[in-house]
């Protein structure tokens, strides 16, 4: 029999008046009054005590409401209790779990209970799951969890929990434990090396804690072990070679620690590994071929270690693969073009190595590609002209600081996905193409030369006007520049010094394209310190939103705008213009005179 304190009081919370709706016998059973009120400990314990609770809890009944269920036995007793993402609050340290002697499981994740675990949990000798996670929990887990004999899923991770303090030996007890969740909490101390001894262990999820010392080589022996998330703690060993006796890991999970060494020639037994993720560590030596023998590998992140030698072609035969991320390492030699195999591709970041040769035109083959950085490197010859329309899912072309010379590709075909384009720091040339305009999405434009094209042997000023009255020519050269949009939505653009013998190799003046004053919500324009000329178009005056402009050290020439967002900007946003007049600068214009 279950039995409550007369003197608590316990409350139905208001998301839940249809449950009890829904059962009206239930009502009959019970004299309670009900209070609408959030701040509630759960479902089951919500009723304001007035008698025995049991009637309400007969026998193999099912209490539901919404995503709750509190499900009781054949002899009427709670066997489980399921408030998850109910909005609840309240502590449960004062939680009697002696009152719940057939209880199996409880889920009181997504809510906002707070206190301790009380050590009365270790009464529940038939408990199988407990999962507390996205709670405001805090404190030491108690010892007596090492009692739960049965318990087989563990969770108190995530968000808003804060346990600490080491892992009780006790764990090692729950022989028939398969998940133990315990990720972004404040544990401390080591992995216990006699977690071998939870033999039929799955899942093990520690990241984001501060473990420290070595992963244990007794990981080893759990075999069945699916998951070793291990990831963000202060680790400081190697990779223990007995990891690869793991032969069903899915997901190795190791980075942002403190690991040295190598990657042992054994992970590559591990041949269901769909993730391999070492980042941000201290790891060094070569990538092995042996690599691509783990072919089930959708994830292989390496990112800033110390690996150097060259990039394996069998790296080629990983072609699960979607994401291949080894940047800021000392990978050198040309990049292998197996990577055409990878058709499944979805991120390829090279940057920051060393590597050399050509962009191989195969890679254009990666029509699944929507993320290609390959800047910082010392890649040379020009940019295969296949990359203006190999993929229409690419998003982000970044290729800066290499030794590419030669042209832009000419050719972005109809319905470009582009969003960023950055060809900063090369030696490339010639003008921004006008099929760029497909690429209706770019909202980061980087270091052009020759940006602006204007038709030759014409007297009258030209604009880059390809009928896309939404975009405009930008130099961005030096310095880097974010463009928060471009087109429709852009609110920034800045177009800074130039060298004129680098870029502006013509006699006609360009002037700012009047299609500017179409951008709607641009907050910041400046264009100081070109050769720019011409009027300054009145159609500028449309943008209400501008709280900037900078036109400094340019050749404007004539009348100021005097409308709009213009009326608020002083002689300071054009100083170096001496063809200007008009307000706020003190020349007055010639047909003001007469």
Request: aromatic share 8%; proline share 5%.
């Amino acid at each position: 029999m279950i039995s409550f304190n007369p003197k608590d009081n316990y409350f139905i919370g208001t998301r839940h008046r249809e449950a009890l709706a829904a059962y009206p016998s239930l009502l009959s059973w019970t004299k309670v009054t009900i209070s609408w009120r959030a701040s509630v400990i759960g479902r089951l314990i919500e009723v304001r005590h007035t008698s025995s609770i049991v009637p309400v809890l007969m026998k193999s009944a099912i209490f539901r409401g919404y995503d709750t269920s509190i499900h009781c036995n054949a002899r009427g007793s709670v066997s489980e209790i399921d408030l998850s993402d109910a909005s609840l609050s309240g502590t449960i340290q004062n939680l009697d779990f002696s009152s719940f002697p057939y209880l199996t499981l409880s889920n009181l994740n997504g809510n906002s209970f707070n206190g301790s675990i009380p050590s009365g949990i270790g009464s529940l000798s038939r408990f199988v799951f407990l999962d507390l996670r996205n709670n405001l929990l805090e404190g030491f887990v108690p010892p007596e969890i090492g009692n739960l004999m049965e318990i087989q899923h563990i969770s108190l991770c995530n968000n808003s929990n804060s346990f600490e303090g080491p892992l009780s030996a006790n764990l090692t007890k729950l022989s028939k434990l398969k998940d133990l969740w315990l990720a972004s909490n404040f544990f401390t101390g080591y992995i216990l090396d006699s977690i071998s001894l939870i033999s039929d262990l799955q899942i093990l999820s520690l990241y984001n804690n501060s473990f420290q010392g070595n992963i244990p080589t007794s990981l080893g022996q759990l075999r069945s072990l699916e998951i070793l998330d291990l990831w963000m703690n202060s680790l400081n060993s190697t990779i223990p070679p007995e990891i690869g006796q793991c032969s069903n890991l899915s997901c190795l999970a190791l980075a942002l620690n403190s690991i040295t060494g190598s990657l042992p020639l054994s992970l590559s037994n591990l041949t269901n590994l769909y993730r391999l993720e070492v980042s941000d560590n201290s790891l060094s030596g070569e990538l092995l071929s042996q690599i691509g023998l783990l072919t089930n590998l959708i994830y292989l992140s390496l990112y800033n270690n110390s690996f150097s030698g060259s990039i394996p072609p069998e790296i080629g035969n990983l072609r699960n693969l979607s994401h291949l991320i080894l940047l800021t390492n000392h990978f050198s030699g040309e990049i292998p073009p197996t990577l055409r195999n990878l058709t499944n591709l979805y991120i390829l970041q090279l940057y920051s190595n060393k590597l050399s040769g050509t962009i191989p035109p195969s890679i254009c083959n990666l029509s699944s590609l929507e993320y290609l950085y390959l800047s910082n490197n010392n890649l040379e010859g020009s940019i295969p002209e296949c990359s203006g329309n190999f993929s229409n899912a690419l998003k982000s072309l970044h290729l800066k600081a290499n030794c590419l010379q030669g042209l832009i590709p000419s050719r972005f075909t109809e319905g470009c996905a582009l969003r960023s384009l950055n060809l900063n720091d090369t030696q490339l040339e010639g003008t921004l193409p006008q099929s760029l305009v497909h690429c209706r999405n770019l909202e980061y434009l980087k270091n052009f030369k020759g940006m602006i094209n204007v038709k030759e042997n014409t007297s009258e000023p030209e604009y880059w006007d390809s009928g896309y009255q939404e975009s405009t020519t930008i130099i961005v050269k030096g310095l880097e520049h974010r463009l928060e949009r471009f087109l429709k939505t852009l609110t920034t653009l800045t177009y800074p010094t130039t060298p004129s013998t680098e870029i502006f190799q013509f006699s006609q003046v360009v002037c700012i394209p009047p299609s500017l004053g179409d951008i709607p919500v641009l907050e910041s324009l400046d264009l100081s310190s070109n050769l720019l000329g011409g009027e300054i178009p009145w159609q500028l005056t449309r943008l209400t939103f501008l709280e900037v402009l900078n036109l400094l050290m340019n050749h404007f020439v004539g009348h100021l705008p005097q409308n709009g967002q213009f009326n608020t900007f002083d002689k300071s946003s054009y100083i170096g213009n001496p063809e200007l007049c008009g307000n706020p600068i003190l020349k007055q214009c010639e047909d003001d005179k007469k």
